[in-house]
T-cell receptor
Framework: AQKVTQAQTEISVVEKEDVTLDCVYE???????LFWYKQPPSGELVFLIR??????QNEISGRYSWNFQKSTSSFNFTITASQVVDSAVYFC????????FGKGTSLLVTP | EAQVTQNPRYLITVTGKKLTVTCSQN?????MSWYRQDPGLGLRQIYY???????DKGDVPEGYKVSRKEKRNFPLILESPSPNQTSLYFC???????????FGSGTRLTVV
């Protein structure tokens, strides 16, 4: 069975702070794919990143970075110098025939 | 424009009245899936499809049916809706399970 745990339900930070969203996963598959999605207040689901299990390189995209550690089954997401527009619910997911989502972390960035 | 289109966006219905939420994608994707989103529970899989005429249950399939007669369409059918099916529903599609999934805009369903 696959399971994704996002232990942080809600996080509140002040603008310009760095924030890390945790994601821990469980799977018996040897090849698997991890995703992060963002759900802004408008409600749509926006794809952020995909990572496969055999590529442990960390990824940076502007203010966003992702740390994938197979040894700890974690795929954490860091936002550097957060902005108000980063306020959203963020979901980590594991893919098999469809996506298995964590319960999400609600991030509030205040001015 | 590449997209997943769900209809309707909002629906209020009464208990027991059959309804269908449509989902269509124009990207020639093999995989399609349905999710429901409830506060505190995140998004949970209802059904998924790997190709035409190939569907399977997700984590919360009870009370739902799907069909995949054509590649582009994957309707979600509630034969006898109940209030516990009040939720926000998302349809998604992907070329394969290792690619990004594209989501529809969501359907907010209220069953009274």
């Amino acid at each position: 069975a696959q399971k994704v745990t996002q232990a942080q339900t809600e996080i509140s930070v002040v603008e310009k702070e760095d924030v890390t969203l945790d994601c821990v996963y469980e799977t018996r598959d040897t090849t698997y794919y991890l995703f992060w999605y963002k759900q802004p207040p408008s409600g749509e689901l926006v794809f952020l990143i995909r990572r496969n299990s055999f590529d442990e390189q960390n990824e940076i995209s502007g203010r966003y970075s992702w740390n994938f550690q197979k040894s700890t089954s974690s795929f954490n997401f860091t936002i550097t110098a957060s902005q108000v527009v980063d306020s959203a619910v963020y979901f980590c997911a594991l893919s098999r025939h469809a996506l298995n989502f964590g319960k999400g972390t609600s991030l509030l960035v205040t001015p | 424009e590449a997209q997943v289109t769900q209809n309707p966006r909002y629906l209020i219905t009464v208990t027991g009245k059959k309804l269908t939420v449509t989902c269509s994608q124009n990207m020639n994707h093999e995989y399609m899936s349905w999710y429901r989103q409830d506060p505190g529970l995140g998004l949970r899989q209802i059904y998924y499809s790997m190709n035409v005429e190939v569907t399977d249950k997700g984590d919360v399939p009870e009370g739902y049916k799907v069909s995949r007669k054509e590649k582009r369409n994957f309707p979600l059918i509630l034969e006898s809706p109940s209030p516990n099916q009040t939720s926000l529903y998302f349809c998604a599609s992907s070329l394969s399970t290792d690619r990004a999934w594209t989501f529809g805009s969501g359907t907010r369903l209220t069953v009274v």
